[in-house]
């Protein structure tokens, strides 16, 4: 599976989902990594935002799967990237051209 991402708790992969052959993004956490109760917390509301978020330019969470050492989070794969990647390349976002890259929706809610 490509490596799309890392961040705190875990890494981000493409995969395919089996019977639609549809690309999704598939974020990984290991239980082990979750070290304190903020960190729980903090994955907790990355969920509760992602489940309560419909708009078309942010992520769709298709599935939360809770093993006993993993949680994994099933969502929406943006193909050609997030927002983010504009300014870390030190492009402008087009504002003429239609957006196809939707907005984690957790993003905002890291900072206070």
């Not at 089996?18 to 509301?45: P, T």
Request: charged fraction near 20%; proline fraction near 6%; charge should be neutral.
């Amino acid at each position: 599976m490509k490596l799309l991402g890392r961040g705190a708790f875990g890494a981000v992969k493409m995969g395919v989902h089996k019977l639609s052959g549809a690309a999704v993004a598939l974020k990984n956490f290991k239980n082990a990594d979750v070290k304190n109760e903020e960190a729980s917390r903090a994955i907790e509301r990355e969920i509760r935002i992602l489940k309560q978020s419909v708009h078309q330019h942010i992520i769709t969470l298709y599935e939360v799967i809770d093993s006993p050492t993993n949680y994994y989070l099933v969502m929406e794969c943006a193909v050609h990237g997030d927002l983010g990647a504009y300014p870390r390349a030190g492009g402008d976002v087009p504002t003429t051209a239609p957006m196809d890259a939707p907005i984690p929706a957790c993003r905002s809610e890291a900072t206070p």
